[in-house]
C-alpha cells in the first residue's frame, strides 16, 4: 500500500498541472477576445469608454503584454483626449437663430393688425 500511494501523488500532481495549465490558457482565450472586443468598441462613432477600459484591465490581468494592448491603451486614450476637446462645440451646422437674422435683410416694422372677427354660429340650425 505505501508504494501505491507514493506514486499516487506525482500523478496527481501532474493532473492538476495540466488542469491549471489548461484553466490558464482558458483564461489568456478570454482576454484576447476581451481585449478584440474592446478594440472594436473603440472603433465605433460612440464607444462606452468604461467598457473598452474594463476589457483592456482583463487583459492586463490575464497577463497579456503583446502590442494589441498598447494598441488598445492608445486608442482609449486619444479618444477621451477629443472627448475633452469637442465638449463644447456644437453637433448640427445649423445656424442660431440670432446668427439668422443678423444677415437676413431688414423688413420694414410690421403693422399692428386688428383680431379677425369671427361669425356667429346659431345653435341647433342646420344647413341643407
Not at 42 to 53: G, S
Request: aromatic content about 0%; cysteine-free; charged content about 30%.
Amino acid at each position: 500500500m505505501p508504494i501505491e500511494a507514493a506514486l499516487i501523488k506525482p500523478v496527481v500532481d501532474a493532473l492538476m498541472g495540466l488542469f491549471r495549465q489548461g484553466q490558464n490558457l482558458q483564461l489568456k482565450h478570454n482576454a484576447e477576445a476581451a481585449l478584440r472586443e474592446a478594440i472594436r468598441e473603440l472603433l465605433l462613432a460612440n464607444p462606452d469608454e468604461n467598457k473598452a477600459a474594463a476589457r483592456i484591465a482583463i487583459a492586463k490581468a490575464a497577463g497579456i503584454l503583446s502590442e494589441d494592448v498598447v494598441l488598445a491603451e492608445d486608442m482609449l486614450r486619444r479618444h477621451r483626449d477629443t472627448r475633452v476637446r469637442t465638449r463644447g462645440k456644437t453637433g448640427g451646422s445649423r445656424k442660431r437663430a440670432a446668427d439668422a437674422t443678423a444677415t437676413a435683410e431688414p423688413e420694414a416694422p410690421a403693422k399692428a393688425k386688428a383680431p379677425a372677427k369671427k361669425t356667429p354660429t346659431r345653435k341647433g340650425t342646420r344647413s341643407g
